[in-house]
């Protein structure tokens, strides 16, 4: 069972930011594709940002695009997103998750999952 863990969520005021942290095995961070997932009481969960094993490109949503960053340390095992100009609108429990196939990072069907990390912006 792969474990994956993701920390760094928490309280911030509208405007601040957090850096959300993604800690797999080092096989995971050097031969997976990896995203991150958000899904906020009551709705779907949302595909924020997709990353490939060059980093050469990395997808995000529009509604993050500008303001989050996507990264991957295969040195200390981690992936990260940097969440800058939170909204209320970013309120949500935040997942990553690794898969070998990027369409199934992509459906939100990956194989591996992190038990995710609450973000709650207030005003």
């Known amino acids: 069972q792969v474990q994956m863990v993701e920390s760094g969520g928490g309280s911030v005021q509208a405007g601040g930011s957090l850096r959300l942290s993604c800690a797999a095995p080092?096989?995971?961070?050097?031969?997976?594709?990896m995203g991150w997932f958000r899904q906020a009481p009551g709705k779907e969960r949302e595909g924020v940002s997709y990353?490939?094993?060059?980093?050469?490109?990395?997808y995000y949503s529009d509604s993050v695009k500008g303001r989050f960053t996507a990264s991957r340390d295969k040195a200390k095992n981690t992936l990260y997103l940097q969440m800058n100009n939170l909204t209320l609108e970013d309120t949500a429990m935040y997942y990553c998750?690794?898969?070998?196939?990027?369409?199934?990072?992509?459906?939100?069907?990956?194989?591996?999952w992190g038990q995710g990390t609450q973000v709650t912006v207030f005003s």
């Open positions: 080092g096989y995971i961070l050097s031969s997976f594709y």
């Open positions: 990353i490939n094993l060059s980093e050469l490109h990395t």
């Open positions: 998750a690794a898969d070998r196939k990027i369409e199934n990072i992509v459906s939100g069907q990956a194989d591996y």
